[in-house]
């Protein structure tokens, strides 16, 4: 678990990160998201004691880290691991001889260094690259190997700090079902830091916005899409392109509770009496009940009020997209029913 509190570090006048709240539970995944300098690197580098915070606490598995003598420090950055961009690998160096690195610094005896290697570069499929040098090695393979060297020393919480930037997609893929994988068999809390959407949608239990050194914004991801029609919540869930279509109205819709039946769209026409043309639409699971943003096309005849309150009572919040950016509409044009109609089951 990771608790930081009131966290602030300044160089010299310019305050980098501004009074940091974040706590991440236990075998958690946690992704911090923002802008180029928001402060995402050095809040890293401030969990693993690379840099002393200026105020607040961070504290690990309830262990405050920054009231630690330098000898005691040591101990306890055993408890984080990190990834970074890089991997980081020491080039002269086997894929093995790197994982042993902060085991034989440690002091374990050969035998243990060579048993846990073994199973480390198992766990992240590499133990047939054992003798590899980094440079016969793919971005995704070296990659693993910083991973399975992060986790060497059984840390409680892994920081990987834009670990699968530059990756292909299944290589991403796999490093994030590693990921995964480390939160569900060992307990491991991981702290992501990313610019990439897709991977906070694919593993985050939990995203935080960061901006000019503070978090704007944080939540499980389900949370902030369904609540909000925020920049990270357009950014997690981005309405696909609409394509043109003169004889419908396009209303924007948003599920906001989480308990959306997966008929809603058919429910809801009925209940109108129209049909409902889907006109570009997004829904995914997340957990247990979906998430979505649809663009849906109706009848324009059709009272705006009314059909606001019919969409909500189905758990989503419709609005019809602004009539001053839209091409005039016929009016008699006939408009229901015209393109993908309701009647199926779900939207997407
Ligand atoms: N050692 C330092 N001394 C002075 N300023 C620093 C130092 N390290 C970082 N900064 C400043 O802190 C701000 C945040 O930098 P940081 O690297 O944490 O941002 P980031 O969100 O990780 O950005 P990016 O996505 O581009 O990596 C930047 O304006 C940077 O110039």
Redesign the pocket.
């Known amino acids: 678990m990771i608790e930081i509190s009131g966290l602030t570090k300044s160089?010299?006048a310019?305050t980098?990160l501004d009074g940091i709240d974040l706590t991440v539970a236990e075998a958690r995944i946690a992704a911090v998201v923002?802008?180029?300098?928001?402060?995402?690197?050095?809040?890293a580098?401030c969990i693993n004691l690379l840099e002393r915070p200026t105020s607040g606490t961070i504290a690990v598995n309830g262990q405050d880290l920054t009231r630690l003598s330098r000898r005691d420090l040591r101990e306890a950055r055993r408890q984080i691991g990190t990834v970074f961009q890089s991997a980081n690998l020491l080039r002269r160096l086997t894929a093995a001889q790197n994982v042993a690195l902060p085991l034989r610094h440690a002091g374990l005896p050969d035998a243990e260094v060579r048993r846990r290697v073994a199973d480390l570069l198992e766990r992240v499929g590499m133990l047939h690259r054992a003798n590899h040098f980094p440079s016969q090695l793919s971005g995704g393979q070296r990659q693993r190997i910083g991973i399975a060297r992060g986790l060497a020393l059984r840390p409680a919480v892994l920081l990987a700090d834009?670990a699968t930037s530059g990756l292909d997609p299944e290589s991403t893929r796999a490093i994030l079902d590693l990921l995964t994988e480390l939160r569900d068999d060992l307990g491991v809390t991981i702290l992501v830091?990313t610019?990439e959407m897709d991977v906070v949608r694919g593993i985050a239990d939990l995203v935080a916005q960061?901006d000019h050194?503070r978090i704007v914004e944080q939540g499980t991801v389900a949370d902030v899409v369904r609540r909000s029609d925020s920049a990270l919540s357009r950014a997690l869930l981005p309405m696909p392109p609409v394509p043109e279509e003169d004889r419908l109205w396009p209303w924007t819709v948003r599920y906001e509770d989480a308990a959306v039946s997966p008929v809603w769209l058919a429910q809801a026409g009925r209940e109108l009496d129209t049909d409902i043309a889907v006109l570009a639409a997004l829904v995914e699971a997340a957990g247990e009940s979906p998430v979505g943003r649809l663009t849906i096309g109706l009848d324009p005849r059709l009272d705006d009020r009314r059909v606001a309150d019919v969409l909500q009572r189905h758990g989503v919040v419709a609005e019809p997209v602004d009539r001053a950016v839209l091409r005039a509409v016929p009016a008699a044009a006939g408009a229901a029913g015209t393109s993908g109609t309701a009647g199926t089951e779900g939207a997407a």
């Open positions: 160089y010299g310019t980098v923002g802008p180029s300098g928001a402060g995402k690197s050095t809040l580098r834009e830091i610019h960061l050194g």
